[in-house]
């Protein structure tokens, strides 16, 4: 008779390996699957549920698989459907779709219903909980941080009187949470609980309802995980509640990929596994399917730096695809241009992914691609950055410009000017009716110190001289000579902010401004890339190159990776770098990024960066410590665009290399954009109009390169 795996392979084409073949076979009892990248994860999963069916008889609904996200749970049934498609389904959901069918049924059975507090409502009670305590409105960043550090107590079962023990984002983070929990069940007739409330209370109801745990644990026969080292403690439990009738549970996880630690992920779980689950056989799913030879032996030796883990040996019998590049770049502009025009020669961007570890080095690519017509998705686009208050500050610097009689607007940004001025003192003059130069106006209203009335006159002398500056040139003058840097490294402190993360907005800003002429400009391209951004966020049609956080990634794959900013401070972090176990997920993450690589891998860091030198990230160095001693599977390369130009785009011998042949009104013919006609040549750029779209190049590549010919009508 033929068997499972035989008749698959005929049927499906799909031959596993025999850990992946132990794996299907191990149904009864606790198992830990240990899936390293690239491993086959997704196939052996589906067809250990494939197996129970066909050869168990297990009903389909008594198979519960629980997935980390709802994409997850929807690609997983679209696989199972895919390879068993006479098969009724298995039950595929997420632990939070878990818990409110839990939580529902618990809370009705006392007579209880509960409204789900989220979007917009729950942070409407955010903000009014940070009024009360604060007694001013928050921050998007407090906000934001707030509601994180809500979730990471609730997902560590943490009391709410002990959340003081932990480390407060915020000065009364604490304090603003508890009246946030407080405000949101005060009321009798209704409950309201956010999603983090519904884990806890289908935990709660598992553990202290005899009859309702009864109910569910005898609904399963089969309990699968997927993703579990991003599961949270109060996740777990009630997994284990879930299980404890039968213990027919299979947890796939890779606790070398345990990157959600500050929103609750407990890798230390799959550790102390079997304490929980004494007779739990291990499994190590060790053969990278994805990946070159040279890219998972470096990220195997790479990962094994960090102590908490499970001693895996990722392997591969794929063959070399090149070696890895360390790229060290002149500053960020260089490390833009050299990507940028690295993809103007890739012929498949959909295979391409630019990897950063936070969304505002996304910025500087997003308006580079957009300018330069290269199509661009965003798995996790964040349109934030355009409604940040540092970049709305910026705004109003510049509208105060054009009108010097706008006390509103003076009344926002004064504050940042390092003037040390009272709220209700701007409040008082906004509500004055004084009128006329606000500079003037109010030193009549206010008493000023003498430094005071000093800097007033300086900032007075600076916005004579913004009307005939370009855009650029007036950010500088507002993070410098208006004080404003100054004043964001100070609320830094104050608030427990990153000055560098700010000051990074302020980079991004300038970049997108130096492409401007008027002010009016400059807020128009924001505008249209705010749109951009938005519709990035849609699945691409055609090629277009992927741009995501090395959080997001995970479970992707892309033949050519280039991991961005690999700089001391970015990641690790100056945080991570304090704190063992921090820098232990921060290495996890670096992790993540490598294995994403199938075929060609670039790490990427610059020198300097607004004049001051960047040292590589530490984990830049232990990638080359790696890889120098054997002299194999590594490209260093130390690289200004203006001195060299990205090897993969070839010298054409036929194109122009001499400035003089280039001039407005000449025809030329790019090799992927076609004929044009040149409209301007500059000292650093020259702008052409196509047949179909007008494009600003980079004057240096485009010589050395000779990328444009002489073209005739």
């Given amino acids: 008779m033929e068997d499972f795996f035989e008749r698959k392979k005929r049927q499906l084409n799909i031959q596993l390996n025999d850990v992946q073949k132990q794996a299907v076979l191990t149904t009864e009892g606790p198992l830990l699957l240990l899936a390293c990248p690239g491993s086959g994860k997704t196939t052996t999963i589906i067809m250990r549920i494939g197996y129970l069916i066909e050869e168990h008889g297990v009903q389909?609904?008594?198979?519960?698989?629980?997935?980390?996200?709802?994409?997850?749970?929807?690609?997983?049934?679209?696989?199972?459907?895919?390879?068993?498609?006479?098969?009724?389904?298995?039950?595929?959901?997420?632990?939070?779709?878990?818990?409110?069918?839990?939580?529902?049924?618990?809370?009705?059975?006392?007579?209880?219903?509960?409204?789900?507090?989220?979007?917009?409502?729950?942070?409407?009670?955010?903000?009014?909980?940070?009024?009360?305590?604060?007694?001013?409105?928050?921050?998007?960043?407090?906000?934001?941080?707030?509601?994180?550090?809500?979730?990471?107590?609730?997902?560590?079962?943490?009391?709410?009187?002990?959340?003081?023990?932990?480390?407060?984002?915020?000065?009364?983070?604490?304090?603003?949470?508890?009246?946030y929990e407080a405000t949101k069940n005060a009321s009798i007739e209704e409950t309201f609980l956010d999603f983090d409330d519904l884990l806890l209370a289908a935990e709660q109801a598992m553990r202290t309802d005899d009859h309702l745990a009864s109910e569910f644990q005898s609904k399963f026969d089969y309990i699968l995980t997927d993703e579990s080292q991003d599961t949270s403690l109060v996740q777990h439990k009630i997994v284990e509640h879930l299980t404890a009738m039968h213990g027919n549970l299979c947890v796939v996880a890779d606790d070398d990929q345990s990157i959600y630690a500050w929103r609750g992920a407990d890798p230390d779980y799959l550790m102390d596994f079997k304490l929980v689950y004494p007779e739990a056989k291990l499994l190590y799913m060790e053969q990278n399917y994805r990946s070159s030879s040279e890219i998972v032996t470096t990220s195997a030796t790479f990962i094994k730096r960090n102590k908490k883990r499970w001693d895996k040996k990722m392997h591969t019998e794929n063959g070399s695809r090149g070696a890895i590049v360390l790229r060290r770049l002149t500053n960020p502009k260089h490390q833009l241009e050299y990507v940028t025009y690295e993809l103007l020669a890739e012929e498949e961007l959909s295979e391409v992914a630019i990897l950063f570890r936070n969304n505002a080095s996304s910025t500087a690519f997003?308006?580079?691609?957009?300018?330069?017509?290269?199509?661009?998705?965003?798995?996790?686009?964040?349109?934030?950055?355009?409604?940040?208050?540092?970049?709305?500050?910026?705004?109003?610097?510049?509208?105060?410009?054009?009108?010097?009689?706008?006390?509103?607007?003076?009344?926002?940004?004064?504050?940042?000017?390092?003037?040390?001025?009272?709220?209700?003192?701007?409040?008082q003059f906004e509500r004055s009716t004084l009128d006329g130069n606000v500079f003037d106006a109010f030193q009549q209203m206010a008493v000023l110190k003498d430094s005071q009335v000093r800097k007033l006159d300086a900032y007075q002398a600076v916005y004579k001289k913004m009307s005939d500056r370009r855009p650029a040139q007036i950010i500088r003058m507002i993070r410098y000579e208006l004080g404003y840097e100054e004043s964001l490294v100070s609320m830094s402190t104050k608030f427990g902010y990153r000055a560098d993360s700010l000051k990074g907005i302020l980079d991004t800003l300038e970049g997108i401004a130096e492409q401007t002429r008027t002010m009016i400009e400059f807020a128009e391209q924001l505008k249209t890339l705010e749109e951009a951004v938005?519709?990035?966020?849609?699945?691409?049609?055609?090629?277009?190159?992927?741009?995501?956080?090395?959080?997001?990634?995970?479970?992707?794959?892309?033949?050519?990776?280039?991991?961005?900013?690999?700089?001391?401070?970015?990641?690790?972090?100056?945080?991570?770098?304090l704190d063992p176990q921090l820098l232990e997920e921060a290495r996890r993450l670096f992790y993540v990024g490598m294995t994403r690589a199938k075929n060609r891998l670039e790490l990427l860091s610059y020198a300097s960066e607004d004049g001051k030198s960047k040292e590589d990230s530490k984990f830049v160095d232990e990638v080359r410590g790696i890889l120098l001693p054997k002299n194999t599977g590594v490209a260093k390369q130390t690289s200004s665009l203006a001195k060299q130009a990205p090897k993969s785009i070839p010298v054409n011998p036929n194109g122009i290399g001499d400035l003089k042949l280039l001039a407005a009104g000449s025809l030329v013919k790019h090799r992927v954009f076609g004929k044009g006609e040149i409209l301007e040549v500059n000292s650093e750029s020259i702008e052409i109009r196509f047949a179909t779209v007008t494009k600003r190049l980079a004057l240096q590549p485009v010589l050395e390169k000779r990328m444009l010919e002489g073209a005739e009508l």
């Fill in 60 to 179: 389909p609904r008594r198979i519960k698989a629980i997935t980390f996200s709802k994409a997850s749970a929807k690609d997983m049934k679209k696989r199972f459907s895919m390879l068993f498609p006479d098969l009724p389904s298995a039950d595929f959901s997420t632990i939070h779709s878990l818990a409110f069918t839990i939580s529902r049924k618990w809370l009705a059975s006392q007579g209880r219903q509960f409204t789900l507090l989220e979007g917009f409502q729950k942070q409407n009670a955010l903000k009014a909980a940070c009024r009360h305590v604060l007694k001013e409105n928050a921050t998007e960043d407090q906000l934001n941080s707030l509601s994180t550090y809500i979730s990471l107590m609730k997902n560590q079962i943490i009391a709410s009187e002990k959340w003081t023990d932990k480390d407060e984002p915020f000065e009364h983070a604490a304090k603003i949470a508890r009246h």
């Fill in 366 to 427: 997003v308006n580079e691609l957009h300018r330069r017509g290269i199509p661009f998705y965003m798995k996790d686009a964040d349109d934030k950055f355009f409604s940040h208050w540092v970049v709305q500050d910026v705004l109003n610097f510049m509208r105060l410009s054009f009108n010097l009689e706008r006390k509103d607007i003076f009344a926002k940004v004064a504050g940042k000017m390092q003037l040390f001025l009272s709220k209700s003192t701007l409040q």
């Fill in 534 to 577: 938005q519709q990035a966020k849609q699945e691409p049609v055609g090629q277009a190159v992927t741009l995501s956080t090395f959080h997001s990634a995970k479970g992707l794959e892309f033949k050519r990776v280039f991991m961005i900013d690999l700089v001391k401070g970015t990641i690790p972090s100056e945080e991570d770098l």
